[in-house]
């Protein structure tokens, strides 16, 4: 038996609904609001798995309500009601997984309920993933999700699994979020950040259809809580999130010894968001890479030939008209015996030389 509210400010409507409701059966109405504030006081103690709203509700948008619903009960689903055909895009490009038309006809009423029904079975435990909660880690003590964001952007999953994106604005829009490092982000700065060109009723519909693709892939691995809401902002849970950035970061901080240097240098296998350009990212991939460089410089004066070589070799990739890099490990190249290495690094630096000339 499902748990259903209804929120519609006529009351004859919410009467009519329940009725039906009531005849087709499988379905229990928990409650009747008005108001979407009232339902909002209700939502979170009732618990319903489907919400069916009213888009027209006075004093707030359907997407906004709809918004808000989700805050207080993500794992519900919402069907709109309403009078006007227009609607239904608004349906579609949010989290809502239908819409009914008014008067509702009690055939479209069970179709709803099927398509639910359907969309209900694959959700729940689709692939035997056990849900976490927050914080939660394996047995080795690592977070269960595993990022990458040096270079390419690639999220993997607690077993192992690249995970993929429904688009890449959903992408986009988890890279953002988990950017601020858990802190709440407005959702203006959103719309501006990843629509800038669309007015702002579209850039909202687009935010929404790529916040639902979002929670879906999170919910489908068993993280149904990983993006929250909450006064217009939203934010992941990123503890349960360790990326490669992250430990590059803490290296710096703490320092390196020579095992630390070669287990980290190869973590630097591009800027931070290197290919995926994004604009917001500017600032902190420019700090990142000053400080990373900065970190290689320092350290060439206190490690050992092995390591240095492997230092100079990445200042060379990052800053490749550097002269005296190549002259450092041709160096340190010779002093430890390898000959062949120092040719040809010397012939790299001729060719960098050649093609500044």
């Not at 702002?200 to 809580?225: A, C, N, W």
């Not at 703490?254 to 500017?282: C, M, N, R, V």
């Not at 190249?333 to 060719?351: H, I, P, S, V, W």
């Amino acid at each position: 038996m499902w748990i259903a509210i209804l929120i519609d400010d006529e009351e004859i409507a919410l009467d009519v609904l329940d009725i039906q409701l009531m005849e087709i059966g499988g379905v229990t109405v928990a409650g009747k609001f008005q108001l979407v504030s009232e339902a909002l006081e209700q939502c979170a103690r009732l618990l319903p798995d489907l919400i069916f709203l009213d888009i027209e509700m006075p004093g707030i948008s359907g997407l906004e309500a709809a918004e808000a619903l989700f805050a207080r009960c993500p794992d519900a689903e919402i069907i709109y009601v309403t009078a006007h055909h227009h609607y239904a895009i608004d349906a579609f490009e949010t989290n809502a997984i239908g819409y009914l038309l008014k008067p509702v006809a009690k055939e479209k009423l069970v179709k709803a309920l099927s398509r639910f029904a359907d969309l209900h079975e694959r959700k729940t435990n689709p692939s035997g993933v056990v849900p976490k909660s927050e914080g939660q880690t394996g047995d080795s003590g690592e977070a269960p999700l595993a990022l990458k964001v040096l270079g390419s952007m690639e999220l993997y999953s607690a077993d192992g699994r690249l995970m993929t994106w429904r688009t890449k604005k959903t992408k986009e829009l988890f890279a953002l979020l988990w950017h601020h490092q858990g802190q709440p982000v407005y959702k203006y700065v959103i719309l501006e950040e990843l629509w800038p060109e669309y007015p702002v009723e579209r850039s909202q519909r687009l935010f929404h259809t790529s916040l639902y693709y979002l929670r879906s892939m999170f919910k489908s691995e068993g993280y149904p809580d990983m993006v929250m809401y909450g006064d217009e902002r939203y934010w992941i849970h990123s503890s349960i999130i360790q990326s490669d950035v992250d430990r590059l970061s803490d290296s710096m901080q703490d320092g390196f010894s020579e095992k630390e240097w070669k287990e980290t240098l190869p973590l630097y296998t591009g800027d931070y968001f290197e290919t995926e350009h994004y604009q917001w990212a500017d600032a902190r991939r420019m700090e990142l890479r000053l400080t990373w460089i900065s970190s290689m410089v320092q350290a060439l004066d206190h490690t050992s030939p092995d390591v240095r070589s492997m230092i100079l070799r990445q200042l060379i990739r990052l800053e490749p008209n550097r002269e005296e890099y190549y002259d450092m490990l041709i160096d340190c190249l010779n002093e430890g015996g390898d000959q062949a290495g120092a040719r040809q690094t010397k012939a790299m630096k001729e060719r960098m030389l050649l093609d500044d000339a």
